[in-house]
């Protein structure tokens, strides 16, 4: 099974700074199975970005995601007050096909 | 545009089978390269994925729980459906049924989610 970890667990920062999320691997990862997720609470998690760089639809150009094998990160270049939201990533691999990270809660300092 | 929409089971007890549905609207669930999705999500926890389904109707399961699930699908009234047997407390979650990607893995459309708790 392929192990996700987030850092940082939660992270705190202002409006209009910049957000930068990790998303490790226990092992390798094609780049292309890695996507990440926002969550804001008591709503279904947004698909922000699959392939580890591609921004699904309607997705501002302020989230951008990159990275290879085993180490991801999802960047927010500048944060707006609806981005405070917990971040999770998803790979697509080999049994069990499907696994999530723990999340990244981004809260307003 | 795609909606997914979760029915089912309220209160289930302990040892008891939890039962939903999941109402796919906007688009044939019988079309495309996708994986019809249980995903689910214990109160104030992280996101676990529970299985999913083919069009092709081959279905892949988290081996933590295979052995309690089931997925199926219902092509006439355009749904699927999720059965998870002998429930205890901690399968006490909001579960989400979603689409995914056949090809890259990723969940495009979610339902809104529903609470399933597991309690006498």
């Known amino acids: 099974e392929i192990v996700l970890t987030q850092s940082p667990g939660t992270l705190s920062l202002s409006p209009g700074e910049r957000a930068t999320l990790s998303c490790r691997a226990s092992?390798?990862?094609?780049?292309?199975?890695l996507a990440w997720y926002q969550q804001k609470p008591g709503q279904a998690p947004r698909l922000l970005i699959y392939?580890?760089?591609s921004r699904a639809t309607g997705i501002p150009d302020r989230f951008s995601g990159s990275g290879s094998g085993t180490d991801f990160t999802l960047t927010i270049s500048r944060l707006e007050p609806e981005d405070f939201a917990v971040y999770y990533c998803q790979q697509y691999g080999s049994s069990p096909p499907i696994t999530f990270g723990q999340g990244t809660r981004l809260e307003i300092k | 545009q795609l909606q997914l929409q979760e029915s089912g089971s309220g209160l289930v007890k302990p040892s008891q089978t939890l039962f939903l549905t999941c109402a796919v609207s906007g688009g044939s669930i019988s079309s495309g390269a996708y994986s019809w999705t249980w995903i689910r999500q214990p109160p104030g926890k992280g996101l676990e994925w529970i299985g999913y389904?083919?069009?092709?109707?081959?279905?892949y399961y988290n081996p933590s729980l295979k052995s309690r699930v089931t997925i199926s699908v219902d092509r006439s009234k355009n749904q699927f459906s999720l059965k998870l047997t002998s429930v205890s407390a901690a399968d006490t979650a909001v579960y989400y049924c979603?689409?995914?990607?056949?090809?890259?893995?990723?969940?495009?459309?979610w339902g809104q989610g529903t609470l399933v708790p597991v309690s006498s």
């Open positions: 392939a580890a760089s």
């Open positions: 389904m083919y069009q092709s109707g081959s279905t």
């Open positions: 092992q390798s990862v094609s780049s292309s199975y």
């Open positions: 979603a689409r995914g990607s056949a090809n890259w893995g990723y969940f495009d459309y």
